[in-house]
């Protein structure tokens, strides 16, 4: 089998100009300083950037309180419309944000304006929730009292994202807590902080429009030192985090201990199950989107396919003719599929698994490769790999965040569930099937255990209107639609008393 000859990739010293009018025409400024940024496209410096420090971060949480204390009364429909004029800048620099996404995180250009148009929807769904943060009335056992429940405002929001979304997910958390009468303080990855400032520099210019509090959102640069500044900090409300379980793992805890609240986006090993009713048309398109997009390192990325063994002859050999026909390069040229894995560390955990894949009885039927490290030594793209495995072993059980397809055998249903079910992480699931049985069946309670389970579709690419997340080792949190937006509001449950009497609940007479 033969790979696709790749795109030649940009030569050194043609991308740091992209990002720099990327950034003037946002309105960006870079603070500069010794940290360098560099593209994963072909390793290029594309700025350095000075770090905040801890005390940079307390400074910065301060002033978010500070603004929030006046935005939480701002009415909920005037805080929909500073949302409202956010997303109009998004639209008028889509393809700068766009542009920056490639540059530094290596997605290709419609992936990469994907995620920008991601953060335009978001706003949309904020802009209507403004005027929907409804409570709710309860009928009150007491004569002459009404019990009801209302919503407000909960605080700071602390925001620390991952590099594979470099924008989209810290916009999920924004719109939503801005709507909701929070302010925010994000950590970007520091793997893409050119992208956070031209996107937070747009909402700064949205925010002075409105005449809202200017410290209403801030973005903080840095790395670990940056993050557990933000985390420790009591007055930050919610932490919201996405990576790894093992920052997962770390985060948690310390939220936890000074009893704050925490929305955890943590690893996801994600599976398809493939019956032998299904399309395989459609199951391959769907397959490789998910499993080979952005080359492989998205939360949703499709890991592992669990195919019935009458199929998976065929399943396979379509697979690994697909692969065989993916375009990897240049990130932004025109035609590319796959582009570059995100640094050194990635490449490596990509190599390990796939040695370890062999030693467990796995048979590498497409990709395994590094190429292009001719053109760039430190720009890491690999062949999206295709592994058919004996059962789900040790190395499938574990998230390696590279282009890395593990296909299974079943012959039950019940053992494709147990299988599906069968790893530490909760994220996505998906079923291709025809049989309306099976569907509803993986559905069911008894069926998949992750947050998103889909039928007759891939594990990626989720839309805005859901909430997003998953269970076990993902965490447990939820972002985006649906009725995420509780988790940045607080509760009180009311009771008003009209009635001049004072009878007490469950009957009790303490009568003096």
Partial sequence: ???????????????????????????????????????????????????????????????????????????????????????????????????????EVGKITSEALGEIQEMIDI??????????????????????????????????????????????????NTALALVCGDAVVWKPSEAAPLTALACAALLDRAVAEAGAPAALSQVVLGARATGEALVDD????????????????????????????????????????????????????????????????RCTTMRRVIVHSSRADELCERLAEAYGRLPIGDPTAAGTLVGPLIDARACASYSSALEQAATEGGALLAGGERVLADQAEEAYYVQPAVVRMPGQTPVVERETFAPILYVLPYDSFEEAVALNNAVPQGLSSAVFTADQAEAERFLAADGSDCGIANVNIGTSGAEIGGAFGGEKETGGGRESGSDAWKAYMRRATTTVNYSGELPLAQGVDFSV
């Fill in 123 to 172: 706003c949309d769904f904020a802009v209507g929730l403004s005027r929907q943060l409804y409570g709710r009335t309860m009928t009150s056992e007491r004569p002459g009292h009404r019990l009801a429940e209302t919503w407000h405002p909960l605080g700071v929001v602390g925001v620390i994202s991952a590099f594979n979304f470099p924008a989209a997910v810290w916009s999920w």
């Fill in 1 to 103: 089998m033969s790979e696709t000859q790749p795109a030649s990739l940009p030569a050194l010293g043609k991308l740091a100009d992209r990002a720099r009018s990327a950034l003037d025409a946002c309105g960006a400024v870079v603070p500069a300083g010794e940290h360098p940024v560099l593209s994963p496209v072909n390793g290029e410096e594309l700025a350095r950037i000075a770090w905040a420090s801890p005390a940079d971060v307390e400074a910065a949480v301060a002033r978010a309180h500070e603004a929030f204390l006046r935005w939480r009364l701002v009415p909920g429909p005037q805080r929909g419309a500073l949302v409202k004029r956010y997303a109009d800048l998004l639209v008028e620099h889509k393809e700068e944000l766009g542009t920056l996404v490639s540059l």
């Fill in 234 to 297: 009591p007055r930050v409300a919610l932490l919201s985090a996405t990576g790894s379980t093992r920052m997962g793992r770390e985060v948690g805890p310390r939220v936890a201990a000074r009893f704050g609240r925490c929305l955890l986006e943590l690893g996801g090993n994600n599976a398809a199950v493939v019956a032998p009713s299904a399309d395989l048309d459609l199951a391959v398109r769907g397959i490789v989107f998910a499993a080979a997009g952005t080359a492989g390192q």
